[in-house]
């Protein structure tokens, strides 16, 4: 079983940052594909923030280019999302996602953390 893990939410003030982190856990984690960020807030769909294949270039929406960076340690299966100049309509329950986690035995599609709440207010 396998299972990501997210930190770093919280309240910030408009023009403020914060890093969030999402690690993966489990045994024999072989290597994990497209990591990412999504976010949802309330009386929205889900939307992708940003996200990283393995080895390749980031992808962000084009409401974050700029302001939030996505980076991958893949020795230690995590993601970071580094974001900066938030704004109110940021505001979004934030969740890591992972498209495919190899381990062995198996492989995992879709992983979701719980998500990590996020308030940009004054």
């Known amino acids: 079983q396998v299972q990501l893990v997210e930190s770093g939410g919280g309240l910030v003030q408009p023009g403020g940052s914060l890093k969030l982190s999402c690690v993966a856990s489990?045994?024999?984690?072989?290597?994990?594909?497209?990591m990412g960020w999504y976010r949802q807030a309330p009386g929205k769909q889900r939307e992708l923030v940003a996200s990283?294949?393995?080895?390749?270039?980031?992808n962000y929406a084009d409401s974050v280019k700029g302001r939030f960076f996505i980076s991958r340690e893949n020795a230690n299966n995590s993601v970071y999302l580094e974001m900066n100049s938030l704004k109110p309509e940021d505001t979004a329950t934030y969740y890591c996602?992972?498209?495919?986690?190899?381990?062995?035995?198996?492989?995992?599609?879709?992983?979701w953390g719980q998500g990590i709440q996020v308030t940009v207010s004054s």
């Open positions: 489990g045994t024999s984690i072989f290597s994990i594909y497209t």
């Open positions: 990283m294949p393995y080895g390749r270039t980031a």
């Open positions: 996602h992972a498209d495919k986690i190899i381990t062995t035995p198996t492989a995992y599609n879709d992983v």
